[in-house]
Every structure is written in C-alpha cells, then in structure tokens.
C-alpha cells in the first residue's frame, strides 16, 4: 500500500510493528527484509515516488563544500536513485583498529560481516562479487592487470564490481507495496522521536506532512534518513534527552566522513595501451563489469602511516584534468535533462571528459594514451567535521536543519601524500610511461571533491563513550531504537560504502526477527494480544487517508 502524508488527518496516530525512517540504501535493505519475513512494516519517507525540484529536506554547509543537494535524493529509494552501482566490500583491515592513526576500528570483524555481504551482493544484483572472490574473475582479467607495469610488493590489486543498470531500491518497495507486503508512507518527514518517561524506550514519532502533522507508534523504530538527516532528527528529539536522544556522551552528528576524491596526477605512456581490467572489463552475463584500483599493501601501511587510499587509473587522450566541479555534476548526472548548457560548454572543453562519456555511455573502447590517477581518500574520523543543528535556519514544521561542517584535516593530506609517494616512486614502475604531470597536495587540497558517500555521525562501537549504537546498530540506552544507515559507520575505509550498508540492513533484519522470536516465547501471548502494539499486523488508523 502507497500512502501520502497528505492523505492523513491532523494529530491522529498510525500503527505499525515496524516503523522504518528513510527508503534509501540502509532503511529499504531492512524494511524489504522484514516485510519479506511477513511483518507489519511501515515505511515513512520524506520524499514522493519521483524526485522534486524542491524536496522537502534541506541543510546549510558551513565547512568545505559538499555537494548537496547533487549528492544525495530525497525519494522512495533515497539516493539508490542515483548511485552508479559499484558494490564492493570493505577490507580486512578497515575493521582492524590502527594505532598509528589513532583510529579504534570497528566493533565487528569482516568475517562478522561476510554472510551479509554475500547476501547483500545477490540483492543488488551481483551473483558473484569481485571483491568478495577475486579467484572467481576469469583469467584475461588478470592478464590486463599485467599491462601496466606496478611493484606488487608495494601495491595491490583491488577489484571493483559494478552493475549496469544497478540496483534501484525504488523499484523493489513499489513491487512490495503493490503486493500488499508493505506500507509506505511517502510525503512525510520524521520530526522528533518521543520516548516514554524513562527515556529508554521511544513510543511515538511526530510526523509532518504539508498542512500537518501526526504520529506514528510502533514496537521498533529503524531510522535510516542517511548521515546527514539521522544526527539530525536525534538532536532535534530533545523532550526527554535535552542533548538529543542517544547524545549523552556528546557523539550524536560527530565524524562526518566521505572518500574525498579527484585526480592527483597524469601518467604518458610510451606507446597506446588497451588494458580492460583497469577501465571497465565486462564480466561474462554482460551486466557485470570489474574495474582494477591500486592500493598499498596492507603491511606497509603502518610504516608508512597511512589511511586504506587507493587510485584508478582512467583513460585519458590529454593530459588535462577534469574541473572538480564539473567532474561532480556528471557524477550525479542521472539524465540528460540534468545537463545545463554551462555543463555542455564543458565537455566540449574538456576531450578526456567527454572521451571518459563516450566510453561509459556509448561503450567506446578504452585506450590509454594518458592515464589519469584518481584518487579515492580515506578520510579519518575527525569529531570537528559534523553535523550540529542550524542556529537559524528552520523547515516548514519549526524544527531547526541540519548544520554540515565537512572537514578533512592535515592528518588526512599528510596520510595522502605519504602514499602518494611511495605509489610514484616505487609502486609504480616506469617502463611503459612517464609522469606528464606530478600533481603536489597543494593542488589537490585545491580540487578535490565528496565521493557523495556521506558516511559517519551515529557511529557503531562497543561502549557509548565512543558512539551512539552498539554492534547490533541499537541506539545506546534506549531499547527499541535502531540506526540504519552509513551513519553507523566508525570508519570511511576503502570501499564504495552500499554493499556494506545493505549487508548491515539484511544483519539487522536477521537480528530483529531473531530476537523477536525469543521474545515471542518468552512473553504470554495473551500479553501480547492485550497490549496496544501486539505482535499481530496492526491496520493502520488512516481517518480518510486514501492510496496515492
Ligand atoms: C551520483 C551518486 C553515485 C553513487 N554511486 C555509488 C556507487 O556506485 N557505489 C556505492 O556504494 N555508493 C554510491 N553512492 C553513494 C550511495 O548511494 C550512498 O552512500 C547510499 O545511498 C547511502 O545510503 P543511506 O541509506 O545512508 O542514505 P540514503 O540512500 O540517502 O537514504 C536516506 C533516505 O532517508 C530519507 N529521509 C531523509 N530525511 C528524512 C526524514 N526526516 N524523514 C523521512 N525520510 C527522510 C531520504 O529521502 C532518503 O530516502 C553514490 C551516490 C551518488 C549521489
């Protein structure tokens, strides 16, 4: 069933057993799963089916720029709407704790996590994922990887999948709604979570939609209004908690964290290269396509005190870079309506973005006179760059937006530069090429950009003196509230982050209906029958809501 907000009464309250906040990546992974397992789930979005021109959610930036509103969606879908389908798992050593730079690692292990990234893979459509078995890529994959020459004692493969066309989660929640397996409640933004007088457990979320506002009580909430609205709507929940809910050690919006991304230099090379492996090999199936990186081996990190950075060789006709800004509107380019003329001027100006068009687009060949190496940074966990609440600007329901300070530190360029380094003089070998441009940090401090993965804020960790939830994503001391988003994550590590947010979508699933079932044998069902929110589906009150 598809609702409008606008379609419910002022000050009533809806039921539901489940109330999951935000349909992106996180909160569909985990509403799809629950609602799959036969439970009343009620999915509340702030967005409409298509995406508006004027979305009902926005924020002020007040640190380094970081691309909003081009990088994320306030949809059905949120923005899986847009994401380009690259699914890779993080690695072994992001979960590690690395003293050397001062960073705690995450309370879980990627082993804890493989099960759920096998699962989430086979959901977004990747039968077999490049990153989980390298093996499993078929041989000329690895003999192009040979075809340009790097030391294998200092640098490492690492094998990224994507899927044209990705996944859209939009498409999945409209086939359940339509299928009577869930409710979405589209047009409507979560305000304030209410908990009861303990403040241990949350009763009721105060909705709005135009023209009015209602409730919603369910016997778990889930919220996964992504890194950027989650903070937000926890420190606007300030009736029991004056901090905001979950904020008690002052970690609510902290840690604001993204791949910051762009080009750092230029490789020539001696003669014209074909190397598929490191543009784009298609994978047999034809839906399937891998893409090599090169990072440093995991051994020298330590020594070299670096984050898990790692680069892309792309193909390149000119020895020129790409304009960030340019570079950051065709990321979130989803069609060619969203290409301004300003941005057409552009691409006729710049042949190694309109060459790199041609080859994603029109499946042009690649070749390599030039080699462009792009960089995706790991961003260390930094509690200045945040999220706090916006001391003047308020939404159309009084409540205050979200304030972003995005801010990479010098710990973070020194880290680059370090790898850097090492990967131009002894990574890479220079047989085959020449530098045609050695980029400097000034210069990428200049230029580089969000990757759009807006990670960090709510983070995962054993104790709340370190983050807002525990491993299995439950808010510190309030019983049944649940985070579900990249905002739970305690570090950026070295990956694209959607695999990894919809295997902890599908863990977190598991581990609701897990403990459901215990709590369903160990609770008199007559209780549970009297109780206002039983175990049973609950119809929901609509008082003249209608499907939209
Ligand atoms: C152009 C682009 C390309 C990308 N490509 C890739 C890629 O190839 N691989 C990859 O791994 N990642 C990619 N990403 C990043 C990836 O899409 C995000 O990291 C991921 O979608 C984040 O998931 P999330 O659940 O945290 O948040 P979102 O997907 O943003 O979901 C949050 C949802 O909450 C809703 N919401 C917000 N506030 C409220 C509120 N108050 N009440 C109700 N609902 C609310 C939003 O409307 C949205 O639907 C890309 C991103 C962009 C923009």
Not at 146 to 174: A, C, M, Q, V
Not at 324 to 348: E, H, K, P, T
Not at 440 to 461: N, P, Q, V
């Amino acid at each position: 069933m598809i609702l409008n907000g606008t379609a419910v009464e002022n000050n009533t309250t809806l039921r539901a057993q489940y109330c999951v906040i935000g349909s992106g990546m996180g909160g569909a992974s985990v509403a799809s799963s629950l609602a799959k397992a036969g439970k009343d789930v009620l999915l509340v979005e702030a967005g409409g089916s298509e995406r508006s021109s004027s979305p009902p959610v926005s924020a002020e930036s007040t640190g380094r720029p970081f691309g909003i509103p081009l990088t994320r969606c306030i949809e059905l879908g949120g923005t899986s709407n847009a994401w380009h389908g690259n699914s890779n798992p993080l690695d072994e050593q992001d979960f590690a704790p690395r003293p050397w730079l001062d960073v705690d690692g995450w309370p879980l292990t990627r082993q804890d996590l493989d099960p759920f990234y096998e699962k989430a893979a086979l959901l977004l459509g990747n039968d077999s994922c490049s990153g989980l078995k390298p093996s499993l890529l078929p041989p000329a994959v690895h003999r192009s990887i040979g075809r340009i020459d790097f030391n294998p004692s200092i640098l490492h493969p690492k094998f990224l999948e994507y899927r044209k066309p990705p996944h859209r989660w939009k498409n999945t929640l409209l086939e359940l709604a339509h299928n009577g397996r869930l409710r979405c409640l589209l047009g409507t933004c979560a305000l304030e979570l209410l908990p009861d007088e303990h403040g241990s457990r949350v009763v009721r979320l105060k909705a709005g939609a135009p023209g009015r506002t209602f409730f919603l009580e369910a016997e778990t909430f889930i919220v996964a209004a992504g890194a950027l609205e989650t903070p937000r709507l926890l420190l606007n929940s300030r009736s029991r908690h004056p901090g905001g809910i979950g904020n008690q050690h002052d970690q609510v919006g902290r840690c604001l964290m993204d791949h910051p991304t762009g080009p750092f230099s230029m490789l020539r090379f001696r003669r014209i290269l074909r190397a598929t492996a490191y543009s784009d090999h298609a994978l047999p199936g034809g839906e399937r396509y891998v893409r090599a990186a090169l990072a440093l081996q995991p051994e020298l990190q330590e020594s070299l005190q670096t984050s898990n950075h790692y680069f892309m060789i792309r193909p390149c006709i000119g020895s020129r870079h790409v304009r960030g800004d340019l570079r950051l509107s065709f990321l979130a380019a989803r069609s060619i309506r969203d290409i301004n003329v300003r941005q057409v001027a552009g691409i006729l100006s710049s042949p190694n973005l309109l060459y790199r068009i041609l080859i994603a687009r029109l499946g042009v060949p690649a070749f390599y006179r030039y080699g462009e190496l792009f960089f995706m940074a790991e961003q260390l966990p930094n509690p200045k760059s945040r999220i706090t609440l916006s001391p003047e600007r308020k939404d159309a329901f009084g409540y205050p937006v979200a304030s972003i300070h995005w801010n990479p530190t010098s710990a973070d360029f020194r880290s680059l530069e370090s790898f850097v380094n090492t990967a131009f003089t002894t990574g890479l070998s220079s047989r085959h090429h020449r530098m045609a441009h050695q980029g400097t940090i000034e210069e990428w401090i200049d230029s580089f950009t969000s990757a759009a993965h807006h990670l960090g804020t709510a983070r995962m960790a054993a104790t709340s003196t370190h983050g807002v939830v525990n491993p299995s994503l439950q808010v510190f001391g309030v019983n049944n509230l649940y985070l579900c988003d990249a905002s739970v994550f305690p570090t950026a590590g070295s990956a694209n982050p959607s695999l990894t947010i919809t295997a902890l979508g599908i863990r977190l699933a598991q581990h609701l209906l897990r403990d459901q079932g215990i709590q369903k044998s160990s609770v008199p069902s007559q209780l549970l029958q009297n109780s206002s929110i039983s175990e049973r589906s609950i119809p929901v009150s609509l008082n003249g809501a209608g499907p939209n």
